[in-house]
């Protein structure tokens, strides 16, 4: 149980155009989504955190208007990345955390590579 | 700030061998501590977790140890075997926080046959 999917798991896409990422908890209803970005040899850092039916919250120095997050479900969080640019080439990770269980356990999912030229 | 300390960078040992990685904390309001393994292109997945009203927690072939008054703990691998070969992620939850979770930087560990 409790498994989270990222869809594209892999997605090439040209400077300047927009891309759209999902997450989905699959066999639960997550309260709270989290989007991480991973740069190579390095660790996960937190970019959002995110509650279905309210706006993200936003780490410090990460764009909202470029990393537009909506999380419209219990079961789904789309990380849209605007106006992409080489810069943004990353490896984004969402996890979930369940209504019911244990609340301090978060589900990762497979991540998205994104690759910008 | 680095809230996560882990070290080392990264480990060698040879199969059987036991690999420790440690981490240090400063924020007294962490409430659990997980660790993850990740493997190259996937997302992390949990190892083992422990709190801090526990001192030892082992499943399986990894312990963690914890020791509150230093702010600090580690993981042990039991056994270790090639297929173990992966990064190792410290992080820790601070209660109230909205459950977020602060990352150490990882330790990539190779086991060699």
């Known amino acids: 149980g409790a498994v989270v999917s990222q869809h594209p798991s892999r997605v090439i896409c040209k400077s300047g155009t927009s891309v759209k990422i999902e997450c989905r908890s699959l066999?639960?209803?997550?309260?709270?989504m989290f989007w991480y970005r991973q740069f190579p040899k390095q660790s996960l850092m937190l970019m959002a955190t995110?509650?279905?039916?309210?706006?993200?919250?936003?780490e410090q120095g990460v764009e909202k208007d470029k990393f537009l997050i909506n999380h419209a479900s219990l079961t789904l969080s789309t990380l849209t990345v605007t106006s992409a640019h080489p810069e943004d080439s990353s490896f984004y990770i969402c996890?979930?955390?369940?209504?019911?269980?244990?609340?301090?356990?978060?589900?990762f999912g497979p991540g998205t590579r994104l690759t910008v030229t | 700030q680095q809230q996560v300390k882990q070290s080392p960078q990264s480990l060698i040992v040879q199969k059987g061998g036991i690999p420790i990685i440690n981490c240090a904390y400063e924020n007294t309001a962490f409430d659990y501590f997980p660790w993850y393994q990740q493997f190259p292109g996937k997302g992390p997945a949990l190892l083992i977790a422990i709190r801090p009203d526990v001192s030892e927690k082992k499943e399986g072939r990894f312990t963690i140890s914890f020791n509150k008054s230093a702010k600090q703990f580690s993981l042990h691998i039991m056994d270790s075997q090639p297929g173990d070969s992966a990064t190792y992620f410290c992080a820790a939850r601070s209660g109230g926080s909205n459950y977020k979770l602060t990352f150490g930087k990882g330790t990539l560990l190779t086991v060699n046959p």
């Open positions: 066999d639960f209803q997550a309260t709270t």
């Open positions: 995110s509650n279905e039916g309210s706006k993200a919250t936003y």
């Open positions: 996890s979930a955390r369940e209504i019911q269980g244990n609340p301090y356990e978060q589900y």
